[in-house]
């Protein structure tokens, strides 16, 4: 049976979902600035523009709005992924245009490279960012025998520790494009990709990385 469209939010509903994101925002800079989430619940609530006691109506604890605020930003991050890479059918090629684009986050989305190298890891096989898209690409690669990986679990953690590592390297480091083709070539090798077809993937023309 078909359900019934969600109904529009009323005037009190969207001020609610309004103030929730505002935090989120609020924490998600924090977290990206700082480095860690050792922040009064009163600067958060000024940094979102919103009375402190309004915290306690969307969030129970800090933690639990810095959870939300990594969820949030990993999300976004899976999206601009799926934007970029969605016309393409080869999971071979997915890889690799999604590990070169993710070194020119920290140029183009500064705070979400800056959640990634605090929490990224944690997160690899959370529900909500590159982890749920790559394991996606991962099964498809393997049950079309364009990869060679006994475990896509297993694989999911070694791709996702040298996305992670080449982000942070990044970050902290003047690296050119080369630097990406050379991670896709080797993830792509690593997936079993014979070495001379992940060189010619690994340099292909990348599609744009959205706003």
Known sequence: MQQPPPQPLNRFERRRAQTRQALIGAARA?????????????????RADVG????????????ALFDAAVADALEEYGQLLDAATGSIDD????????????LRLAASHPEITGILRVRGLQHVHSGTGFGPRALRDLEVGRASGRFRVADAQ????????????MVELGATTDLGDEAGEQA????????????????????????????
């Open 91 to 102: 999971p071979a090629e997915t890889f690799a245009t999604s590990v070169r684009l993710a």
């Open 154 to 165: 297993v694989a999911l953690s070694a791709v996702g520790g040298a996305v992670l590592g």
């Open 184 to 211: 896709a070539e080797m993830i792509l090798c690593m997936l079993g990709v014979p070495a001379d077809e992940a060189r010619e993937l690994a340099t292909r023309p990348l599609p744009a990385l959205g706003q």
């Open 30 to 46: 924090i977290l990206a600035e700082r480095g860690n989430a050792e922040v009064s619940i009163q600067v958060i609530a000024e």
């Open 52 to 63: 402190f006691g309004t915290f306690y109506n969307h969030f129970e604890t800090k933690e």
